[in-house]
């Protein structure tokens, strides 16, 4: 069987560490796609030239034509402009919608079959605006996010209880910004729900409070510390999970930029929740209960990224 084909659109920081990490994971033959004159295929050769040693067999390649992404599998979108200190997600709004306009048109016309992954930046704002431009299912469109910020979560938790990553599950809802809602009482240690481990004494609620914040700010602490960029080791990982679970067909419990129409009390638009991914791309949205305290932040961060796609398409009048 041909191995998957994995396009990756936007060959920068990130783009570059997502075909590593396909490439030793075997995941399947990488295409890298940028305007920028020579970055992708630079990449690509310096990625391929890393094989014999590291003893992958996968095919690595370099374009700026968007034909050369014809019938891919898998097609993850983080082309745009990250951020600099003292920028928010929000700020690259106008800029990066019109690089999802070019990117959606690229998909639907040469890789209509492919699940896509947008990490692109405001998240929620830019993965709905991909799927209008694109038109593609739903199902087969959504965005990284969640996985990465209970990532997060989940490093600062096993720090703080010095306990492996493993063995800590946490999840996280809402827009990928300010307003995500870190959820204490859903996430555990091997079990244990957070706000037991407080009873316990193993933490106290201040510190809680603390490890929740610094989530939020996850993504900010790394772009004050790299001053001409923002994270892309862990944005990246966590999309290649998602990407496995589809092209594995692993039903993966990950919390996504997903569509939610029905569940959540949500009527059709892209935020941050649990789903299911396999074969079918987002197959199922996990309907979870909240309490009052958790809608209320949720509802906010709800209403921000709302707020976010009304801006997209006051920008761009053919979103309407
Ligand atoms: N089509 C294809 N590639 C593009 C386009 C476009 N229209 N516009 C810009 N690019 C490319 C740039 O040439 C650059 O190589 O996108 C790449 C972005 O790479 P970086 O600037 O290194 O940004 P990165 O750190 O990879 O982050 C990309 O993900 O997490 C988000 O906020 C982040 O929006 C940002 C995105």
Known sequence: MARPKIALIGAGNIGGTLAHLAAVKELGDVVLFDIADGLPQGKALDIAESGPSEGFDAAMSGTSDYADIAGADVCIVTAGVAR???MSRDDLLGINLKVMK??????????????VICITNPLDAMVWALREFSGLPHNMVCGMAGVLD???FRHFLAEEFDVSMRDVTAFVLGGHGDTM????????????????LIEMGWTTQE???AIVQRTRDGGAEIVGLLKTGSAFYAPATSAIEMAEAFLKDQKRVL???AYVDGALGLNGMYVGVPTVIGAGGVERVVNIKLNKEEQAMFDT?????????????GIDGSLA
């Not at 070019?102 to 699940?115: D, L, M, Q, T, Y």
């Not at 961060?301 to 398409?313: E, K, N, P, R, T």
Request: hydrophobic residues 40%; proline residues 11%.
């Open 207 to 209: 510190k809680m409070d």
């Open 301 to 313: 961060s709800v209403a921000a990224v709302q707020g976010l796609v009304d801006a997209c398409i």
């Open 181 to 196: 809602v870190p959820s204490v009482r859903y996430s555990t240690v091997a079990g244990i729900p957070l706000p037991d």
């Open 102 to 115: 070019s990117v959606g048109e690229g998909i639907a016309k040469h890789a209509p079959n492919a699940f």
């Open 84 to 86: 600099k200190p003292g």
């Open 255 to 257: 919390p996504c930029a």
């Open 150 to 152: 209970s990532a997060r």
